[in-house]
């Protein structure tokens, strides 16, 4: 059976036979270590482990922050390089909307292993935001692919990259509260 330590200082955990000199996360000696038992079965610690959505949510993060750059970029150029970059922004939109669902399933998945239910506060935030920037996300494919033409068009496509972003930022902020929660048991 594995044994674990964390670090009384940081609370970085890890394998007992891993630990060097110094901790690897703050670099205090290794006395500062001591035995920790986990208080969750083996089972769901090694799916936690996994950090599925920790890194599915990098994507729609990524996209949201890419597509609105761009679009910013767009705007203050002209030529060639403002349509390609506008051309990327309709491809990142395409994915955008798949992406924000994996996040969205790998999430309500964790939230259920790590919390055993779905009906904590941070929780039911999460998936309403999740909720408003897939439908958010919807709307800016509809919007890109309908009407993207004058600049009033494209600056509600902005205005969404802009929600989207928020979205994005308001998740991320809520998610990392809790990474290291999770129920006993």
Same mark, same amino acid.
């Given at each position: 059976m594995k044994k674990y330590v964390i670090c009384k200082v940081c609370g970085f955990i890890m394998e007992e036979k891993d630990l060097k000199d110094v901790c690897p996360a703050c670099g205090v000696p290794k006395t500062a270590f001591v035995e920790y038992k986990s208080k969750v079965s083996e089972k769901r610690e090694n799916f936690l482990n996994l950090h599925l959505h920790p890194i599915t949510v990098h994507f729609p993060e990524a996209i949201a922050v890419f597509s609105t750059g761009f679009l910013i970029l767009s705007f203050l150029l002209s030529g060639s390089f403002s349509e390609n970059l506008l051309t990327t922004v309709k491809i990142l !939109?395409?994915?955008?909307? *798949? /992406?924000?669902l994996i996040a969205i399933i790998s999430g309500i998945y964790d939230g259920k292993v790590?919390? #055993? &239910?779905? !009906? +904590? +506060? =941070?929780? &039911? *935030? #999460? *998936? =309403?935001?999740g909720i408003i920037l897939f439908v958010s996300s919807i709307l800016t494919i509809v919007l890109i692919e309908t009407s993207f033409r004058t600049l009033p068009e494209k600056a509600i496509v902005f205005v969404l990259s802009i929600v989207n972003l928020a979205t994005c930022t308001a998740l991320g902020k809520?998610?990392? &509260?809790? /990474?290291?929660? #999770?129920? +006993?048991?």
């Open positions: !939109s395409i994915f955008f909307p *798949i /992406t924000v790590r919390f #055993k &239910k779905l !009906s +904590p +506060p =941070y929780l &039911k *935030i #999460k *998936i =309403y935001l809520i998610g990392g &509260k809790l /990474t290291d929660s #999770k129920m +006993p048991g």
